[in-house]
């Protein structure tokens, strides 16, 4: 029975509290009661923990999306995160792609020009693969792990997580305390009442002022947040630019390769207006003398100059099938052979071609010169 009757006593006395508070914030959103404003020192830490709060979560979210677009995958790997176990390791979209190509290469042969540009292709595809796989591996320890860590572990003590949403609450909860013991200490008239007045008002002063030191030690370690979040960022800065140099050396190396058999006279030129398309990545020639490099690529012939400025014409044989853009070119198909010509002032990448009573432009790196 004493329990319970203290317990009732409790519970009215909290009623009490709490219909004293809701009065006083009643009244200051009316304009009926005065407002103890918190330090502005305070405020501004209240306010950096919010904001750091957010953004950090957004910066976080969009670096996952950055390092990996798929959001099924990103759901496996936040499940497999959650239940501590390491996610089965899967072929990223490069290695995929370079996958595709060396087996396309394989099957169409490496002894041909366009078999083995694909293998080439294919090769530089799966290392940059597998330079996205260490960019997403050092960016998630040395990047998006300290952030995680903060804003579900240290964030929980220093702002507006649990720890942090009760000491607010708290700090509401005195201040309101505070302000209702000021109201009543004014409209307290006898001297007994002012008295008891006065003492409930030293008391809640206290309650505040120690609430709100506690508060203010919490969010300081914001600022020290920042700064390890700055270490952070240049090291996720370093990793993007180790994997965009890395990929920039991948390509230019390939470039490299694909160039020496790509004779410069087929390279498409920018400043004309009509440009070859190129089947792959490598290039057939045209010409009688046309010769196999060591790779099993056509290397450029030197009596290409002379065709073009001639004006007789010349057997070639389509190395590749090719759809006519528009109705001034000529539809080809692989291994046929077609009579071509070269036309005054007509792109350099370009010549007549002609089948039957069928006439158009065709890419000259979709031929090979008969004798």
């Known amino acids: 029975m004493n329990i319970m009757d203290f317990n009732v006593k409790k519970l009215a006395a909290d009623a009490g509290t709490f219909l004293s508070r809701a009065v006083q914030f009643t009244e200051e959103k009316l304009g009926q009661a005065e407002k103890t404003e918190l330090d502005a020192h305070l405020e501004n830490l209240l306010s ?24 099924n995958a990103r ?35 490496p002894g ?68 209702a013991a000021k109201t009543r200490l004014k409209k307290a008239k006898a001297a007994e009442t002012r008295a008891s007045s006065e003492q409930e008002l030293r008391i809640t002063q206290s309650e505040f002022d120690r609430q709100a030191e506690i508060t203010r030690l919490l969010l300081e370690g914001i600022s020290s947040t920042h700064a390890h979040h700055l270490r952070c960022l240049n090291d996720f800065v370093e990793a993007q630019m180790t994997y965009y140099a890395q990929c920039y050396q991948y390509m230019l190396d390939l470039q490299k390769q694909l160039g020496r058999c790509f004779p410069s006279n087929y390279h498409c030129n920018n400043n004309q207006t009509s440009v070859a398309p190129a089947p792959s990545a490598s290039s057939n020639v045209i010409g009688s003398s ?26 070639a044989r389509v190395l590749y099938d090719y759809d006519a853009a528009n ?36 890419p000259i790196t979709y031929l090979e010169l008969l004798n």
């Open 327 to 362: 109705s001034s070119e000529l539809s080809l198909l692989a291994d046929e052979v077609i009579t071509v010509f070269s036309v005054v002032g007509m792109d350099s990448d370009w010549l007549m071609g002609e089948r039957g009573n069928q006439k158009g432009r065709v």
């Open 112 to 179: 041909t020009a366009y078999g083995n540009a694909l293998i080439k292709c294919g090769e530089t595809q799966k290392r940059i693969g597998t330079a996205d796989r260490e960019l997403i591996q050092t960016s998630a320890l040395n990047f998006l792990t300290p952030l995680r860590n903060f804003i579900e572990g240290d964030y929980k003590t220093i702002a507006v997580s649990w720890k942090s949403v009760k000491e607010r609450k708290l700090l509401q909860n005195k201040r309101l305390d505070l302000d």
């Open 290 to 315: 046309a010769l196999t490099s060591a790779s099993g690529l056509v290397t450029s012939p030197s009596n290409l100059i002379d065709l073009k400025e001639c004006s007789g014409s010349r057997k």
């Open 75 to 109: 759901i496996e790997e936040f499940v497999y995160e959650k239940l501590d176990r390491k996610a089965p390791s899967r072929i990223n979209n490069p290695e995929l792609l370079g996958q595709y190509m060396i087996d396309a290469g394989t099957e169409f042969g």
């Open 48 to 71: 950096k923990a919010e904001c750091t709060k957010i953004w950090t979560e957004k910066i976080m979210k969009q670096t996952e999306v950055l390092l990996q677009p798929n959001p």
